[in-house]
């Protein structure tokens, strides 16, 4: 990627002539425009009904498959959509995003998200090279790849400093974030608190989300059902980054007759004597509970360490244990259903990723917090009633799909899903609502 070059003065006065003399062609061929549009969507709603019109009704999908048909009829329905979104992705100097490519670890752990949504919008047939034509601006900061040497965690102290650096570069040398104070600007923060940038609720609370921040649009992975300073913002809920390639290499050399041996499975982080941080207990003794309540029960396949063939013990697994750590959401939630393993999720109050794409209740099991005690009755009873029709709905390729992120983006995959809800909130978008504010003033 080529360092974004300082523009001269002409080019300043350039872009502002162009500005202007675009905004008194909109107003001129506004109507010109507006009943193009109409006669293109009449012929495709006669086209579209006319399929369907002409369709075989007993080619329809078995009651087992309806949610399925949903999700096709979902992506279906935003093609044209996507068709006419655009978006420009500002070419930032290394400093903010490739240069830490230098570690490895930058483009494969599970913050990696805003590498990944980076590369693939590069690539897109939606990406404008037009700032001008654009309806939203992506901002490629890398903020989670500043690893300790003490823990080899993401520490993300700086976070708020290169991302204020950045806005100051884009707002001194375009004129398009001024234009709406960043209201169509574009940012991933995939850290446990989203862009409140801290990995503890109260500390991640008492900083809140930057100010220069607040007016734009969050890519990021927290999310809870009720009101919350860290998502107090415009934002889109995504899944943390789980590498296609190897979920790929993991399900080819899975068993090959599919047997799953593991009932239950966690792997990971449970303290057994957990420790009082600032007033809080990590995963709020919901993992602590579980290794106490079921490290001996035999049905339950539970370690405290890691190890590197994790991710086959999963596609090994009937059940996957996703509790809370710090925060509500992990990277377990991805990786179960990607391989195949019904994702159990104990924590209570979270939002799940591309909810109007991924069926999450026919998919997944939730099991309240203070219901954990009774983890190992509540999956026997799933396991006798309706856990094959979990697993059929689990399966769908098109639901691993949505929660994957491909270098290029591929149709109904984790990038095109964030297209999607980006087409959805095109009234923040300058052009749109330019035209809005035209067809006010001629009322």
Same mark, same amino acid.
């Given at each position: 990627m080529t360092e974004q070059k300082t523009p001269s003065k002409n080019r300043v006065f350039y872009v502002r002539m162009k500005l202007i003399h675009k905004l008194q062609l909109d107003k001129t061929n506004f109507f010109h425009t507006y009943y193009k549009c109409l006669l293109c969507f009449s012929l495709s709603l006669y086209f579209f009904t006319s399929y369907?019109?002409?369709? #075989?009704? #007993?080619n329809a999908p078995t009651p087992t498959h309806v949610s399925q048909s949903n999700v096709v009829e979902s992506t279906t329905n935003t093609l044209g959509v996507l068709k006419n979104l655009k978006v420009f992705v500002y070419e930032l100097p290394p400093k903010y995003n490739t240069d830490w490519l230098a570690n490895e670890r930058c483009s494969s752990h599970l913050f990696a998200s805003e590498v990944a949504i980076h590369r693939a919008l590069l690539t897109t047939d939606a990406r404008t090279f &037009?700032?001008?034509?654009? &309806?939203f601006f992506f901002v490629p900061v890398y903020v989670s790849c500043n690893f300790t040497t003490v823990n080899a965690f993401p520490a993300i102290g700086h976070a708020r400093s290169l991302i204020s650096s950045a806005v100051n570069l884009v707002s001194t040398d375009y004129p398009f974030w001024n234009r709406t104070r960043g209201s169509d600007h574009v940012f991933v923060a995939s850290h446990d608190f989203g862009a409140c940038f801290h990995t503890l609720e109260d500390k991640a609370i008492a900083d809140g989300i930057p100010r220069i921040l607040k007016n734009s649009i969050l890519l990021q992975t927290f999310g809870v059902v009720h009101r919350h300073p860290c998502q107090d913002v415009e934002n889109v809920m995504i899944p943390p980054y789980v590498s296609p390639e190897t979920v790929r290499t993991t399900l080819e050399t899975a068993p090959a007759d599919g047997r799953r041996d593991i009932w239950a499975f966690f792997r990971g982080k449970m303290e057994v004597h957990p420790k009082n941080i600032s007033g809080r207990f990590y995963s709020k003794r919901v993992r602590t509970e579980i290794w106490r309540k079921f490290s001996s029960d035999r049905r339950f396949y539970l370690r405290r360490h890691r190890f590197g063939g994790y991710l086959s013990e999963i596609a090994r697994s009937v059940f996957c244990l996703c509790p809370l750590g710090w925060a509500p959401w992990s990277p377990r939630l991805v990786e179960s259903v990607a391989l195949g393993c019904v994702p159990v999720v104990i924590a209570d109050e979270i939002r799940l990723p591309f909810s109007s794409a991924v069926r999450w209740s026919e998919i997944s099991v939730t099991v309240a917090?203070? &219901?954990?005690g009774r983890l190992g009755k509540i999956l026997e009873r799933v396991a006798g009633t309706n856990l094959s029709v979990i697993q059929r709905n689990l399966w769908d390729p098109r639901t691993r799909r949505a929660l994957l992120y491909y270098n290029r983006v591929q149709e109904g995959d984790a990038t095109w899903q964030v297209l999607v809800s980006l087409s959805?909130?095109?009234g923040r978008s300058y052009p749109r609502s330019?035209?809005? &504010?035209?067809?006010e003033s001629d009322t």
């Open positions: 369907f019109i002409s369709s #075989n009704p #007993n &037009d700032p001008f034509e654009a &309806d917090e203070r &219901d954990v959805e909130k095109l330019l035209v809005t &504010d035209q067809l």
